[in-house]
């Protein structure tokens, strides 16, 4: 059973950071790639980072370019976002997001995963 769990959301100012993690078991995790994605309530979810399974090369939306990094660490089976400079548009429920196994066409497209994680919610204040 492919199980993800987030962690690390949490309320910030305008400015500050915060650190998610995404644990995966179940999965042959260090053999795909990775994604988060957030959702506000009343809009569609939204890619915000992707990374390859090696960890070589990431994908960003252009909303958070040069603010949010991905990365991952296979030997914990966990993915990070790293998010600096927030701002309240940041402000959503964040997931994260696995593909079919063995899936190499890798996107930010919600369609591309099937296995996703509960959520952690992130609140910036200005």
């Known amino acids: 059973q492919v199980q993800l769990v987030e962690s690390g959301g949490g309320s910030v100012q305008t400015g500050g950071s915060l650190r998610l993690s995404c644990v995966v078991s179940g999965y042959r995790f260090s053999d795909n790639y990775m994604a988060w994605f957030r959702q506000v309530p009343g809009k569609e979810r939204e890619g915000v980072a992707v990374?390859?399974?090696?960890?070589?090369?990431?994908l960003y939306a252009d909303s958070v370019k040069g603010r949010i990094t991905i990365s991952r660490d296979n030997a914990k089976n966990t993915v990070y976002l790293q998010m600096n400079t927030l701002n309240p548009e940041d402000t959503a429920t964040y997931y994260c997001?696995?593909?079919?196994?063995?899936?190499?066409?890798?996107?930010?497209?919600?369609?591309?995963?099937?296995?996703w994680g509960q959520g952690t919610q992130v609140t910036v204040s200005s």
């Open positions: 990374i390859h399974f090696g960890g070589e090369y990431t």
């Open positions: 997001a696995a593909p079919l196994s063995g899936r190499r066409d890798w996107s930010l497209s919600p369609d591309k995963y099937i296995y």
